[in-house]
């Protein structure tokens, strides 16, 4: 999936969009699966999942590579990595707090143990259109911070030479 589905949707989409379309589709399959109880469902949700998941990481990687000069590419993605292993290994405990919170019946009139998915999911699509803000700064800056041509003033030009032909 990852060598020649997601290439091709990142090309056609855009990486930010594609990032964007990742995290909605995470965030509503994570939502969903919790409020199911159709196990064929769960297996569409959990595979609608994996697919949000992979477009989000993958893009996320390619954004952050895009968007960085060569002396900072190398930190950056480093940084990226290091960021979403800290998340793995905060995220368990997390959610395992969360999941038995809900499980006592505490937890806003959800399913028990659906705590968890909700809030990641709702975090999920919250943050979704987060790369397409950044994106459009991006591309305000790049066009707003291009040099402009040099003005041509009376005295460099007299004092110039003419061009000479060949």
């Not at 990142?10 to 699966?33: H, I, N, P, Y």
């Not at 919170?101 to 143990?113: D, I, N, T």
């Not at 999911?121 to 911070?145: M, N, Q, R, Y």
Request: glycine fraction near 8%.
């Amino acid at each position: 999936v990852q060598l020649v589905i997601v290439p091709r949707l990142c090309k056609r989409l855009g990486d930010a969009r594609a990032c964007a379309a990742g995290l909605a589709l995470l965030g509503t399959a994570l939502v969903a699966s919790s409020l199911v109880s159709a196990q064929p469902l769960h297996l569409l949700l959990f595979l609608a999942f994996r697919a949000g998941l992979t477009v989000a990481e993958t893009s996320n990687a390619a954004l952050t590579a895009a968007n960085s000069s060569s002396e900072t590419r190398a930190r950056n993605l480093g940084l990226l990595q290091s960021t979403q292993a800290g998340g793995r290994v905060i995220s368990p405990l997390l959610a395992g707090w969360m999941y038995e919170h809900s499980l006592s019946g505490a937890s806003l009139m959800l399913p028990p143990g659906a705590l968890p998915f909700v809030v990641v999911g709702g975090l999920c699509a919250l943050t979704a259109p987060l790369p397409l803000l950044l994106h459009s700064k991006a591309a305000s800056k790049t066009v707003t911070d291009t040099p402009s041509m040099p003005q041509s003033s009376s005295k460099s030009s007299s004092a110039s030479s003419p061009p000479t032909s060949r």
